[in-house]
């Protein structure tokens, strides 16, 4: 008898749940979608410059020796720097043939162009310029790249969330106000692509990251309609979201 009357409940359970799946379907719950964003600044605590230096010879063994010649002392100069071993990277050497006349390779070879280039992380970031100055003096010819980072990455970017989420809620709860109406609980959370960028020493950069976030938000919702220059000496990381909450 006990387990008629479970399934019998079971059954109408059931029922009830399809129905109100249905009704949802063709009378949809009303809801409310805002977006919020924000963007907290912070100083980068480690840069990462990359370098290179390339080589030319119309003897290839030559032109080889050269480039480790300059190798050696880049990587010499990059800790006298202080630079510390475990954080400069070095690619493998590429060989570029160059031909003679208009480049086809039935004039033969003009020559062979040796190619290598240098990752290197200073923890301090005073000693950039030393850096910058030291591996061009020392055979360095190219200057590929330089990227400002805060090693609390995730934190910043966790709080540049908590802003945008707050935001997106203050908003929600504005716009159901001023119609009579109440923000229920959320129904669909959705982030968007976050970004850093940064002014730093003179120098303009820009980049994407997963997980990069600054701060000195003034407020849930800080970037929006404010100032969009990044404050000299600090990184920038954005966070934004969009939320569908239900509304009453």
Known sequence: MRRQFAAIAALLLSVIASDAAQADE?????????????????????????FGVET????????KQQNDAASAKIVKAAKDVGVEEKHLQ??????????????????GIEGYIPRRYYSAKLKDIKLLDKLIDAVLKNG?????????????LRKHRDQARRMAIKAAKEKAELLAGELGGQVGGPRT??????????????????????????????????GEGGEDTTPLGQIAVQANVS??????
């Open 189 to 222: 959370i959705t982030e968007g692509g976050g970004y850093y960028a940064g002014y730093f020493g003179g120098r303009n950069w820009m980049g994407n990251s997963s997980q990069n976030a600054m701060q000195v938000a003034p407020a849930a919702g800080g």
């Open 140 to 152: 360095a010819n190219h200057l590929s790249g330089l990227e400002f980072r805060t090693t609390e």
């Open 90 to 107: 070095i690619d493998t050497m590429t060989v570029e043939l160059r031909y003679r006349g208009n480049g086809s390779p039935i004039n």
């Open 26 to 50: 063709q009378f949809p719950r009303a809801s409310v979608s805002t977006s919020g964003e924000a963007i907290i600044y912070v100083k980068p605590d480690e840069v990462v410059l990359t």
């Open 56 to 63: 030319f010879d119309q003897s290839l063994e030559k032109a």
């Open 243 to 248: 939320v569908t909450f239900d509304l009453r």
